[in-house]
């Protein structure tokens, strides 16, 4: 088939799927329950983030994903740096995250002063190649007094950050296993992740922080946030302390015991939150029966398929994924064009990390699964209201 | 007098200046305005920070302050880390700021990881003691290629921070002229001075950079919310660049050109702060009013006074404030116990800086000003509602 053909084709696909609905990528869905909450903000005078919502949001977060503790932060990079921060990673650190990753990892490291060190993608699914990465760090890591170093840049490595990406976790029994092999502490950046469990278990609570975020394009929004999970009390309380400020409670005394960041999540945004987790069981069977509408209209179209949930794991589909089943940039790039030109707001995988300006010069090992999947990935349009 | 019977006549002249009203030190005035502002952001589907009234809200600030431009931030301390980011600071420099500070001037410095440098403030104002710091900056200063440095601790110092509390600016004309002198850039932190002029002119706009704060306990608030401003075009564009991420625009492509931040405003907040900013002129004609109000109350006790803008400032009045007449840090205390105890939400100024733990080994000049102020201030409750 010409590529002519197979965009016009693809595009027949989307509409029939998603009919006259959201063309956008990405949008929430806000309503009465939402309007509400936030009635009930101004009227009670609670905006900021000594609010009830706030801690309701979190309590809700608990039970959702069973994690210990929930800290309600500003947004999803911020959160990122707070775990960062609290793991006391600095500028002698390198932290291990996939190059098929959002910049707000590479950022939050950035933040810390210290530098992301990028490692491959499984071609097959979108978390890390755990196989690769053991070798690749068997040849790079030299131990000195009980931790690991970088024997190239002479860097400190105890950190490994995972992605879930578009909400759909992988392979988590065999990160942890190499985690545990190499003494990394596994930061989960679970931003795209809610609703998403993988062996029953929800993301953000296998490493030892897990973080979500509630950004505009998100499955739940708070307009922006984040929250930090951790099954570790002693860290949690740090993490609540030091996002406040870190001031010292006393009745009228101000006064500080740590370096401290204003990153608590305010009331209002909580107040959305709130609402939006009533109606998440609700988004993710939109969301698990799009994707069943897609893979129908796409069933026909041999060039691509559908990404399915890796085994194991019961997804949130995020986004929606078409992977055309050869990598083929120029093809790719066709499609996206294509579509955008017709009003489909689809979109590919970010840039790979390594290729962007700032990251230019980070070390990073054989990318050659993440630059496969690179060119071949793009999303489609996935709002829950579709 | 009796200490005893000095707090009894300071409560029943509180008691009667705020009457049967909010006792809190200062809260937020919420309507109907808000509410309708938020329905049109759910309504609308936008709450997240590509949104009109994030928009709205960066204009009605310019049109308010006549900064030329301003940037909407997630809250004031991530504003003051990101115009520092801006001006390349980082762990060779010593950011010079006053000792009589809230702690979030500190913390932004951390997050570049330079050093704040602890500077006097003059024992009749709140603001910093310039003459006091001119001999001390002659002494401390060696220059080498045109930049200062610290000669003991061989560090830059080319950023003073100045920060208009309670709302109070003052001696900002003599303060342009040192740091003229010093070559150093101005970063004002006006996150407490939302409708103060020094000389007819909003404070914010006499450095390179200057910053709001709407936290919940502000004269304006969103919840959570900062603004840059600046008449720095180029500084300006980066500042809006950084804020979000540093995504290169583009159709569909994702890629970054700079490290960035997610620290942009989200709509949900700057819907509040277009309704607040409508009842600002009120909120403050409130404030002036409840200045004269505490005035007339005290006037018969002798050992206190109400602190009156200073000469050439229009001020908000963010915090009425009680100084006492001598230093007197047993007084203070009593007053502060007994006020608090009796239920009104008074406060002390800050700790001074370099007392707190984070900061303990900062460099600082000599604090006799600050330690003095310290003793002497009580902040009385401010709410716009009183």
């Not at 959160?79 to 959002?102: I, R, S, T």
């Not at 759909?168 to 596994?186: E, F, V, W």
């Not at 030091?242 to 204003?262: E, V």
């Amino acid at each position: 088939m010409s590529n002519k053909k197979l965009n016009h084709k693809i595009y027949i696909a989307i509409k029939k799927t998603i009919k006259n609905g959201q063309k956008d990528l990405h949008v929430p869905s806000l309503g009465k329950k939402e309007t509400v909450n936030l009635e009930k903000c101004i009227k009670d005078n609670m905006v900021s983030s000594i609010g009830k919502f706030t801690f309701d949001f979190e309590s809700s977060i608990k039970k959702l994903t069973g994690a210990k503790d929930a800290i309600a932060i500003v947004n999803g990079t911020c959160a990122l740096h707070l775990c960062l921060h609290l793991l006391g990673v600095n500028e002698k650190d390198e932290v291990l995250m996939p190059a098929l990753n959002f910049i707000a990892s590479a950022n939050a490291v950035s933040m810390v002063n210290a530098k992301p060190h990028f490692i491959d993608s499984k071609e097959d699914c979108l978390e890390i190649n755990v196989n690769k990465l053991d070798i690749y760090l068997k040849k790079i890591l030299i131990k000195k007094n009980g931790i690991n170093y970088n024997k190239f840049t002479k860097k400190k490595i105890r950190i490994l950050m995972v992605t879930h990406i578009f909400g759909h976790p992988d392979n988590l029994d065999q990160i942890l296993r190499l985690a545990k092999k190499y003494n990394l502490k596994i930061i989960e950046d679970a931003a795209e992740g809610i609703g998403s469990f993988y062996k029953k278990k929800h993301v953000g609570t296998f490493g030892t922080f897990g973080v979500l975020s509630f950004n505009g394009n998100k499955t739940v929004t708070t307009g922006g946030g984040g929250m930090i999970l951790t099954n570790n009390s002693k860290l949690a309380k740090l993490a609540r302390l030091i996002s406040t400020t870190a001031k010292i409670p006393h009745l009228w005394r101000y006064r500080y015991s740590h370096r401290g960041f204003n990153y608590r999540m305010p009331n209002i945004n909580a107040a959305v939150g709130c609402a939006q987790l009533m109606s998440l069981n609700n988004f993710i069977k939109s969301k698990r029966k799009l994707y069943l509408r897609y893979k129908n209209f796409f069933k026909d179209i041999k060039e691509v398929s559908i990404m399915k949930e890796p085994k194991n794991t019961r997804s949130n589909y995020w986004l929606q994924t078409l992977i055309l089943n050869k990598e083929n940039i120029i093809l790719r790039n066709q499609i996206l064009n294509f579509l955008n030109k017709k009003g489909i707001k689809v979109r590919p995988v970010w840039d790979l990390l390594d290729k962007n300006k700032p990251y230019l010069k980070c070390a990073k090992m054989d990318l050659s699964g993440a630059k496969k999947l690179e060119k071949k990935l793009i999303n489609l349009p996935s709002s829950p209201s579709l």
